[in-house]
């Protein structure tokens, strides 16, 4: 701006005078460098929140009189340039004046700090401080406004963006082949066959949804990419990681184009064949330790879902018994509960362009069944359901086990076939000691599937008739008092006496397994007062060093 503009601009907020965006002040030589920091981001994040071009701080000023009384702030030549690096080191994310305008009035010099507003999504700290405005006073940017700055993002879709300098020529020929195959198959009952095949390449990239009037999308690098094109989505890796853990480890990193890659991953699974034999039968129930459908299911919904202004790759990694899928953005809409029974539609997608170009290709379904299909088709193969754990903010992990926790559970899914999704998931949370509401314990009990005291459910007897071993339900199965007496009665009838540590030998392992071990010793405790006051046993040593025996009278009886 020239002298006259800035003149204008002046006397403009001289007369609006002090609000959320602008603020004058005197300026004198010994100005705060950190004040003037704080002041930065106090004006930078109220300007992103009033969507602002611009917020303005003025030396020169009196802050009462609104007179022009000129300011002597840093004179000495370079003085401002250096205070902009000073600025620049202080801010977190690194911002600084976007200019200094000096401007010599017949009053006097003023300077006038022409700020940015916050970046989409980011509001502006100083020395790890964020700093906004109430009014004309300088305050601490609260929750409230830190959340409706941050929340800006959800509204940009990443995927949507043109990527400079990417041409048609940066696609992957066998990624783009794929694609038009699965878009004909997609829409077989629209088009004839052959006829996707034929299209103009950018005719097609645009009615599937990748490409913006034949201009290149982050959302078409990222599925149909050449690998080496994976730089222009810079700062974002473009990258998804398979790691194996265990005795043996390894990894690989795939790149675009996703819509191939996602396969060559899953490829690298170790995916034996497992062995279920049910009750009674003599040939086994074989399936195969991971789903396709489910692994790639459970991958393209980490691409879709991705929250990639955060810049992380995806993580796959391929434990003995499960698979880890790990991806950096939290649910977007709603919980995974939500999705079980496959009836909420999702209304909002974090990258809406993406997502809809990933259903033209038949990667994802838009319409929130993904997650009722991996349950049940794992149902359906008899192994646990897949677990999410939400508990890092702003991510997620999801684990789809590859083996059996509990044989009785997998047993049950084999033998009963008539068994809601409502119970599945209830026994399933049973088999991994995990707790269940109190309606889910009621339904179990009526329909006879768990037997035991909260918390320690397990499966019940009629169940373990049919599908568990007669071993494992007598293990544990809990056994009524008498059987555990005469135990101890015919102990002490042979070998005349016992302490505590030879009682615990004999009885804690015959008491249930669904027991814990201190429930199996305040047991046996329990067990010990009973024929004490019933005048079975006594002890006839002390209370830390006891000496059970049978009772006399008990004696002259047996």
Known sequence: MDEQALTQLLHSLIERWESEVVEFKRGGKGFSTSDLGKYLSALAN??????????????????????????????????????????????????????IHELETPEGRVLMFEIPPAPMGMPIAWLGHYYARAGESLTGLGLDK?????????????????????????????????????FAKKYANRFEPGEVMGWPLATFLDRAKLTLDGKVTRA??????????????SPHPAQLTWKLEGPERAYQHFGPPFLLTTTQLYQRIRNIQLRLLPQDELLPVEVSKYDQKIVLEALHNCIAHQDYGRNARVVVIEQSDRLVFDNEGSFFEGEPGDYLEGHRVPKRYRNPFLTQAMAELNMIDTMGYGIHDMYSRQAKRYLPLPDYDLSEPGAVRLGIYG?????????????????????ILALDRVQKRLPISDEAVRRLRHAGLIEGRKPNFHVSARVAG?????????????????????LLT??????????????????????????????????????LTKLRRRG???NNGSDTSPCWQLAESFQRKT
């Not at 083996?403 to 119970?423: C, H, M, N, P, W």
């Open 466 to 486: 049919a599908t568990a071993s007669k071993a494992d339900y007598i293990r544990t199965r809990a056994q009524d008092d008498e059987f555990y007496a005469k």
């Open 46 to 99: 109220e300007a992103n929140l009033r969507a602002c071009e611009s917020a303005w701080l003025v030396f020169g000023i009196d802050d009462k009189t609104r007179h022009i009384l000129g300011s002597e702030y840093r004179q000495a030549p370079g003085e401002l340039d250096k205070l902009k690096m000073q600025i620049a080191d202080g801010t977190e994310p690194s911002i600084t004046f976007r200019d």
């Open 146 to 182: 830190q959340d409706a700055i941050r929340r800006q993002t959800d509204a940009t879709d990443w995927s949507v963006q043109l990527v400079p300098n990417a041409t048609l020529d940066h696609l992957d020929p066998e990624a783009v082949s794929k694609a038009r195959e699965s």
């Open 403 to 423: 083996g059996v926790v509990d044989s009785a559970y997998s047993r049950l899914l084999i033998q009963k076939t008539d068994l809601t999704l409502f119970e």
């Open 490 to 527: 015919d102990y002490l009838e042979k070998f005349g006496q016992a302490n505590r540590a030879d009682i615990n030998e004999l009885l804690l392992g015959k008491l249930s397994e669904a027991l814990s071990y201190k429930q199996k010793y305040n047991k046996i405790s329990s067990l």
């Open 220 to 233: 078409a690098l990222l599925l149909l990419g050449k690998e080496e094109a994976a730089p222009l989505l």
């Open 536 to 538: 079975v046993i006594v």
